[in-house]
């Protein structure tokens, strides 16, 4: 009987989840103030781990430095000793110790001490998008002139009180490095003051597929292969959903699916995917790819 029992212990062994990293993920996310900001001004992060089943305590970090913090919420003071790369972690007690999520990926402060910042909100941009961006100058005074500059050459000037610069229709040959100058009137003198650097890169929405063939799988039959198509969806949320077509000899596969793979025959021949979204009026496709035996 003892025996038997001991057995059933075992059996149940590999269910449990053991003192690790699980696949939960948290975010971490910039919810008063923006990116880059003045010293002086506060910016606050939350740590937002979408699992309503437990409770979490947080750790936070900044670089590789474990900060002594452990709220939800993280707030900065705006000192120039806040710049840097964040990121937060959720941690949970369990029967058999204590449960991490997976760290979020990171979100970059930058504390300027100048007169001028360029903030972009919506980076990293889309192509086809309007980038919006605002030179702030420090204390608000009326400036008469604000002009943006990319990698050292013009693109934009504007006179009066509006801060707002904006690219539409981006490219990928809008990305660069940006800074506006920003002129103001005081006392009947004029100043100008620019900004330090804004990286600017701009992602397509869509990138082009490639194709993968994996024809040695143990768990396929032998009569079988398996077709993944590999690609970036960049596209904000809440993002539309994509249609997956694969063609063999330039003869579509069946139908199209919500899947990024496709389980088919295996045999010779010239394979290609095809990735759809609908909504955006997007199509791209990979380049073909020989199969033989």
């Not at 360029?118 to 608000?140: I, S, W």
């Not at 690219?167 to 100008?192: A, K």
């Not at 292969?225 to 904000?236: E, F, G, S, V």
Request: with cysteine.
């Amino acid at each position: 009987m003892m025996g038997s029992i001991f057995i059933l212990v075992l059996s149940m062994l590999p269910s449990l989840v053991f003192p690790d990293e699980t696949s939960c993920a948290a975010i971490a996310e910039l919810v008063m103030g923006y990116s880059r900001v003045f010293s002086g001004e506060q910016v606050q992060l939350r740590c937002a781990i979408h699992d309503k089943k437990s409770t979490w305590d947080y750790l936070w970090f900044k670089g590789s430095e474990h900060l002594q913090h452990h709220t939800e919420v993280l707030t900065l003071k705006g000192s120039l000793s806040d710049s840097g790369l964040f990121r937060c972690q959720g941690v949970r007690n369990s029967a058999v110790g204590n449960i991490y999520t997976l760290k979020s990926p990171p979100v970059e402060i930058n504390v300027d001490g100048g007169w001028a910042i360029l903030q972009a909100p919506g980076l990293p941009g889309l192509v086809g998008e309007t980038l919006n961006m605002t030179c702030r100058l420090r204390g608000r005074p009326r400036h008469h002139e604000v002009i943006l500059y990319k990698d050292g050459v013009e693109v934009v000037r504007q006179r009066g009180l509006n801060p707002q610069l904006s690219l539409p229709d981006l490219s990928r040959e809008d990305e660069g490095l940006y800074t506006c100058r920003v002129s103001w009137d005081t006392f009947r003198q004029t100043y100008s003051v620019i900004s330090n650097d804004l990286p600017v890169n701009v992602s397509e929405v869509l990138t082009q597929p490639v194709l993968e063939i994996s024809p040695d799988n143990s768990l396929l039959p032998l009569n079988l292969m398996k077709l993944i198509c590999h690609l970036q969806y960049n596209a904000r949320a809440p993002a539309p959903p994509l249609n997956y077509y694969f063609y063999k000899d330039n003869r579509r596969l069946g139908l199209s699916t919500s899947e990024n793979y496709n389980l088919v025959k295996r045999t010779p021949g010239l394979y290609s995917c095809k990735v759809k979204v609908p909504t955006l009026g997007l199509s791209k496709s990979s380049e073909a790819e020989q199969f033989e035996e």
